[in-house]
């Protein structure tokens, strides 16, 4: 049966933002003028973060006002789970001046709007990225930073009971005809993507079958792709770079608690931290409150200390061929 273009609703945190309304919009605009720096706690003592500065007010003002050095590490953070709304926290992120590699779910209302976001990369040229479907995109809508967008595709999770991943999905077993099928109607939806990564897929990227085939789409349609890391056994990164697509793997997930701004903000120094060390990084956060409100805040202090946040095109442009900032075991479904 051809899988319907469906997906079920995410869950959302609720907190003072959907209890309140009719204030969110100046708690957006106090995020995103400000970088939130009246914390709701204190820093710890050791705390590994540059000193505060100012967040700027555009991506202009942040280009002239806090240049990066041209040596400093690279970090590329991907938003996942794009598609259902554009307010709320979505809205705070996509002001946020910095480059961000954001992740579409397919088939959902405002799939093909948020391809919309994409805009030109600081690729050399001879770096080009192919875009699957370019000649369907639409008109790209004007942005404050540089935005990738990557079809973030549904593969099956262990737990597939208690979390499934929506439609069109990948699951173990499929025939490559209907691995390419299913592939073809995700990017349809999400056109112009310029990669892939996975949305849950603990168990189907462990299948070397089923990534095979994903990996020979992937491969004739010039995308990248980025192993979320969902489970320890995938096998999905392996499958990318013997069938020659460019491919990474997610260090770590920032917002693996979601409610809690320290554990964010320390996942995000891990990161940070890990890209110093091996000059580069990939780290996946969500649209959620908190991930907002502490990206809003920490963003600026890192690119004031050299940190240069790229899109995931843009990290593998720049860094050796066949070199892998590599992840650990992210967690997830």
């Known amino acids: ?16 933002r959907e209890a309140c309304p009719a204030l969110w919009p100046a708690l957006v605009a106090v995020a995103v003028l400000t970088g939130c720096r009246d914390a709701k706690a204190p820093a710890p003592a050791a705390d590994p973060r540059p000193p505060a500065v100012a967040a700027p007010a555009d991506a202009a ?8 050095p041209a040596a400093g590490p690279l970090v590329a953070i991907i938003v996942d789970d794009w598609g259902q709304a554009l307010n709320g926290p979505q809205a705070v992120i996509l002001a946020l001046p910095q480059p961000l590699t954001l992740a579409v779910l397919p088939c959902l209302p405002h799939s093909a709007e948020m391809a919309r976001r994409a805009t030109a990369l600081d690729l050399p040229a001879d770096a080009a990225v192919a ?35 929506g439609e069109p999905v990948l699951v173990p077993g499929l025939e490559p005809a209907e691995v390419e099928r299913r592939l073809a109607l995700a990017l349809a939806s999400v056109p112009g993507a310029r990669g892939v990564n996975n949305h849950m897929g603990s168990a189907a990227t462990a299948d070397s079958a089923l990534m095979a085939a994903l990996m020979e789409g992937l491969s004739r349609r010039g ?3 980025v192993d979320s890391l969902t ?8 499958a990318a770079r013997q069938a020659g697509v460019p491919a990474l793997r997610s260090r770590i997930f920032l917002d693996a608690d979601r409610t809690s701004s320290e554990a964010i903000a320390a996942n995000l120094a891990r990161l940070v931290a890990a890209a110093r060390a091996g000059g580069a ?53």
Do not use: N
Not at 231 to 237: K, L
């Open 1 to 16: 049966m051809t899988p319907a273009c469906r997906h079920r609703q995410l869950s959302r945190p609720r907190g003072l």
């Open 223 to 225: 995308l990248r792709f």
């Open 131 to 165: 875009r699957a479907g370019e000649d369907q995109a639409a008109t790209p809508v004007p942005a404050t930073a540089r935005r990738e967008i990557f079809l973030h595709l549904p593969m099956q999770p262990l737990d597939v009971v208690q979390s499934h991943p």
């Open 231 to 238: 489970s320890p056994a995938s096998v999905a990164y392996a």
């Open 281 to 333: 990084a990939v780290g996946i956060a969500h649209p959620y409150v908190t991930t907002a409100e502490v990206l809003a805040a920490e963003l600026p202090r890192y690119e004031a200390a050299g940190v240069r946040f790229v899109t995931v095109s843009e990290l593998m442009a720049k860094t050796p061929a066949g070199s892998d900032p590599m992840g650990e075991d992210a967690g997830g479904r």
């Open 61 to 68: 003002t942040s280009r002239s006002a806090t240049p990066a």
